[in-house]
């Protein structure tokens, strides 16, 4: 018999964006619901992500002037970059709830969105393509509003902060680029620095929020509003089910069961962190690291084809990529850098592979640059494929590299643990890094002969606005490309990563996980990195994973809510 106290409506496996979401929506709409994570902290790899969502035609974007979007241009581009995906149901759904979902969040929540005045799609070259109108990102959010339960909400990664949990909202970091130039930037600079100063011995932490950890963080701050019973390092074991094969509860290790009368929903971040299943599904000659935090291990992959569930792997792979290079903390824990958008497409970075030789265009999207590294190398075996970042001592100084912050901050540990590689020159540095003798000078040289004057005649890097908008629009004439010139010389290794699975459970229109001969299991539902991507393995444009988890997890609750509502 189930205790009084463990019987919900709605049980929630996963607290990241798509598990809060869904908790939210099914307790705003009066249903008691239970969230159960299974670390120490919420937020999931939310809480790490740069929190964009891909959202097109939402309410947000609409109200900026001069917003030309529609449904056409949107639904060519995704066929453009998921053939077949027009008319695709869960496609269809995604894109008629999403801004449904988002104006829900605003009217009833803490969780708040803002357009960005400009961020492209991945393929600029595609018929449909838009170079702002489609991606939000969270509103700032001081999380003090969390009170005492602020130490639930997991840190950013160290490496996106400074000093560890220090975060820089996108409209100050030009204050930070420019602190030694202008007494302007010196003295925003300054009142930043002593404000966290304060919040650290206050708080203990940081408090002023932005990107993926303020989505994180207004979502849990809408969780603990709505009145959801959260449990935290919490592990469940089964799923329970009733008549007619209903799940009905959950099972923790240790016996303990919650009643669910009416859902359960999985929302465990994915399968990538379980080596056991990055081998059997994602390519060869990806590495073994996934970018996504803790707890990404399968579990809910596990527990719907326990329940009769199907896995479904996606045409174009099984996960989103992103090259990573990695270290080991002075505290012992493993970082995993993700090199999304912080340093490849900088005016004077290369990328080599084990001969010495670029191989793509930096500046393409971090899926593309993981798809390309796996096909130039074609490994086939227990090698993993890699590539060595090249830069000089201005590109570091001004833009950091990988883990490395600008300005050299952490220079020092890095070099001595092996992390980045260091040359007094270009022979010295191809020595280091075992390539041919004289390839990395004859690329170097390559490459600069024609740098000075922005062109990149190999790969054409900047040749569109994705890439530019990633560069430096200080640096002229091309924001990608500047000579490799000023001694010593760096560099650090990547290979290849994930972001987010993209195979998952096999779900319909409203989230419910469908069996083998395509009917849903009633009472189970799936969402965010848990559920097939409607992507099929592509990554269209920043936020492609936020967005659906939202929309998905928005629906869950609201089927739940209705069918709660009919059955009575």
């Not at 969040?105 to 838009?130: A, I, M, N, W």
């Not at 001004?398 to 643990?417: C, D, H, R, S």
């Not at 560099?491 to 987010?500: F, H, K, N, T, W």
């Amino acid at each position: 018999m189930v205790a009084a106290s463990n019987e919900f409506d709605v049980v929630v496996l996963g607290a990241g964006a798509g598990g809060m979401a869904a908790a939210v929506v099914a307790a705003t709409e009066g249903l008691k619901v239970c969230l159960l994570e299974k670390t120490e902290h919420v937020g999931g790899t939310t809480a790490w992500s740069g929190g964009m969502v891909w959202a097109p035609l939402s309410s947000p974007a609409k109200k900026n002037a001069g917003f030309k979007d529609t449904k056409g241009d949107v639904a060519r581009y995704l066929e453009g970059v998921v053939p077949g995906s027009r008319g695709e149901p869960r496609m269809a759904a995604f894109l008629n709830t999403i801004p449904n979902a988002l104006d829900y969040f605003e009217r009833h929540t803490l969780v708040k969105f803002r357009p960005l005045s400009e961020y492209p799609d991945y393929y600029q070259e595609l018929d449909g393509c838009s170079v702002s109108g489609r991606v939000l990102e969270p509103e700032p959010f001081n999380s003090t509003n969390l009170g005492a339960h602020l130490r639930d909400l997991r840190l950013p990664l160290p490496e996106f902060a400074l000093f560890s949990d220090m975060m820089v909202a996108r409209e100050d970091l030009s204050h930070f680029q420019n602190v030694f130039r202008s007494i302007r930037s010196f003295g925003k600079v300054g009142a930043l620095l002593s404000r966290y100063a304060y919040q650290k011995i206050r708080w203990g932490r940081g408090v002023d929020l932005v990107l993926g950890n303020a989505l994180a963080g207004r979502l849990y701050a809408a969780v603990l509003e709505a009145g959801i019973t959260v449990r935290m390092g919490e592990q469940v074991s089964n799923l329970q089910r009733g008549g007619l094969g209903r799940v009905d509860g959950v099972e923790l290790l240790g016996g303990e069961t919650i009643s669910a009368r009416q859902g359960v929903v999985l929302a465990t971040g994915g399968f990538t962190g379980n080596l056991r299943l990055r081998e059997k599904y994602l390519a060869q000659g990806m590495g073994n690291y996934s970018a996504t935090a803790p707890g990404a291990l399968g579990d809910g992959l596990h527990l719907a084809v326990s329940a009769g569930g199907t896995f479904s792997q996606v045409r174009d792979g099984n996960a989103f990529l992103a090259p990573v290079s990695r270290y080991t903390r002075p505290d012992g824990s493993l970082a995993v850098f993700p090199h999304t958008v912080s340093d490849r497409a900088k005016p004077g970075l290369i990328a080599v592979d084990n001969r010495g030789e670029r191989f793509v265009n930096e500046a393409i999207s971090y899926h593309e640059f993981g798809r390309a590294l796996l096909s130039h190398q074609n490994t086939n075996g227990p090698e993993k494929a890699f590539a060595w970042l090249i830069a000089d001592s201005r590109f570091v100084w001004e833009y950091g590299l990988g883990a490395l912050k600008p300005k050299n901050l952490n220079k020092k540990y890095l070099v001595a643990i092996g992390y980045l590689l260091e040359g007094s020159n270009l022979s010295d540095l191809t020595q280091k890094l075992e390539l041919p003798p004289g390839s990395l000078e004859d690329t170097v040289s390559c490459y600069n002969g024609s740098a000075a004057q922005g062109l990149d005649p190999q790969f054409g890097r900047g040749g569109n606005a994705y890439e530019r908008f990633l560069g430096d629009s200080q640096n002229k004439p091309n924001p990608c490309v500047a000579p490799i010139q000023r001694a010593p010389y760096f560099a650090i290794r990547v290979e290849v990563g994930d972001l987010a699975a993209a195979g998952g459970v096999n779900t319909d229109a409203s989230s419910r996980v469908m069996d083998e001969s395509g009917n849903f299991i009633p009472g189970l539902y799936a969402c965010g990195a848990d559920a097939k991507s409607i992507m099929e393995g592509n990554y269209p444009g920043p936020g492609i994973t936020l967005g659906p988890a939202l929309a998905f997890g928005f629906s869950a609750a609201m089927n739940i809510a209705s069918s709660t509502k009919n059955a009575c």
